[in-house]
């Protein structure tokens, strides 16, 4: 297990895993919420079985997988239906965050949480870092990564802490608010910090 677990947080589109990518490229472990939040939901899984149970046959597509687009649409328009999913995959994705946290061998290892305010999962990390820029940039960049319509997004945004409440949990911050070079070499330095700590 790494001797210092880094919780990487952020809101939608701010670059979180561009963030990854540099760290990872420093031989740094990564556990990454959102790519979890796939695996508990894979082809033949229970979660998938009770999701499509819930809303339709349909929301499988014809290779077995979840369709994600339509359950975006469905949970971002209707608040029961997302605390539903998320009562279901919440626990699943924790406990597989802990077990991948606990398989980490690098001297420190970043765990990318979407929700780590959201959540109260501070118990899983020893410090916080938000990657940080403005509310509209967020919103540029999931529009052209996604293809979700800007309401979607709104949505999303507006069902995450505010970028001013997760500044306040931040021990670290990252900014994200140039190009990517720049992330880079903010990524350098932050890695050079954490390096010291250890
Ligand atoms: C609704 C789903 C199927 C949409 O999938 P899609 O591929 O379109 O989006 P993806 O999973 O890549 O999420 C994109 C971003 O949306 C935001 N987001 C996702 N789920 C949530 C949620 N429940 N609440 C708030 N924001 C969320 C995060 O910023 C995330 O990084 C998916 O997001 C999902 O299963 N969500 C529930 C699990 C979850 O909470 N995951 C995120 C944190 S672990
Ligand atoms: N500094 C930057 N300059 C330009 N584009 C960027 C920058 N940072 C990230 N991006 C792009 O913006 C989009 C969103 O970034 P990324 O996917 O890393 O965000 P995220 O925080 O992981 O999002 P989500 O919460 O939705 O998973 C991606 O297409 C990414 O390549």
Redesign the pocket.
């Known amino acids: 297990m790494a001797n210092l677990v880094i919780g990487l947080t952020?809101?939608?589109?701010?670059?979180?895993?561009?963030?990854c990518r540099f760290f990872a490229d420093k031989g740094i472990d990564i556990v990454d919420a959102?790519i979890i939040a796939r695996q508990v939901v894979a082809p033949g899984s229970q979660a998938l079985k009770q999701i499509s149970q819930r809303f339709s046959a349909s929301i499988i597509t014809s290779t077995g997988e979840l369709d994600r687009q339509q359950l975006r649409n469905i949970v971002f328009k209707d608040v029961k239906q997302k605390e539903w999913l998320n009562q279901l995959l919440h626990p699943l994705i924790r406990q597989e965050m802990s077990s991948a946290v606990n398989a980490c061998q690098s001297t420190y290892c970043i765990l990318a949480i979407?929700l780590l305010i959201e959540n109260e999962l501070f118990d899983l990390v020893n410090r916080v870092a938000v990657?940080d820029c403005e509310v509209e940039q967020q919103k540029q960049?999931?529009l052209?990564?996604d293809n979700s319509d800007a309401t979607v997004i709104q949505a999303i945004i507006d069902s995450q802490v505010s970028r001013e409440v997760r500044l306040k949990h931040a021990n670290d911050i990252i900014d994200?608010s140039?190009?990517?070079d720049?992330?880079a070499q903010q990524i350098s330095k932050m890695h050079e910090f954490y390096l010291s700590l250890v």
């Open positions: 952020g809101g939608i589109g701010s670059g979180k895993s561009a963030a959102d979407p990657i960049r999931a052209l990564r994200n140039k190009d990517l720049y992330l």
